[in-house]
């Protein structure tokens, strides 16, 4: 069995099984293929997704994406683990008091409110967020 996508002159598009490439030739020639919307026989093989393999290595492609942005991200926690001060939920207090009596020069990192961000970028404090995986998920 054999999957194709197909397009038809409508515009519509769809998938339809046939028992080979030969059986499709067969009856495209006889014009045997009709569209779902229109009935139409003016129907062609999409070049778009070929056949099942194709979307599957879309699928793979996206799941390899995802993988290196959470490694990524994993990084680059390691790194503000090592280079930062862990302040928890104090995070919008220790920024202020860091911005306003600039005593200390080292960076800190914790967990913050959307609410808090909103606050602290309005007085100027800047901040970067990122997803944070837990360290189970390792
Ligand atoms: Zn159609």
């Known amino acids: 069995m054999i999957k194709y996508s197909l397009t038809c ?11 080979s490439s030969s059986e499709f030739g067969r009856l495209m020639k006889k ?4 569209c779902i919307e229109c009935n139409s026989n003016n129907v062609n093989k999409s070049i778009m997704a070929p056949n099942v393999s194709g979307s599957k290595k879309i699928d793979n492609i996206n799941y390899e994406f995802q ?6 991200i994993i990084k680059y926690q390691k790194f503000i683990k090592k280079n930062c001060r862990y302040v928890d939920d104090r995070f919008a207090q220790e920024a202020r008091s860091i911005h306003y009596n600039k005593k200390e020069t080292k960076s800190i990192y914790g967990r913050v409110t959307t609410d808090e961000i909103n606050e602290l970028n309005e007085e100027g404090i800047e901040t970067i967020t990122i997803p944070w995986y837990d360290k189970t998920e390792n």
């Open 9 to 19: 002159k409508c515009s519509c598009t769809f998938d339809s099984w046939f028992a």
């Open 31 to 34: 014009k045997l293929i009709t």
């Open 67 to 72: 993988k290196n942005i959470k490694k990524k």
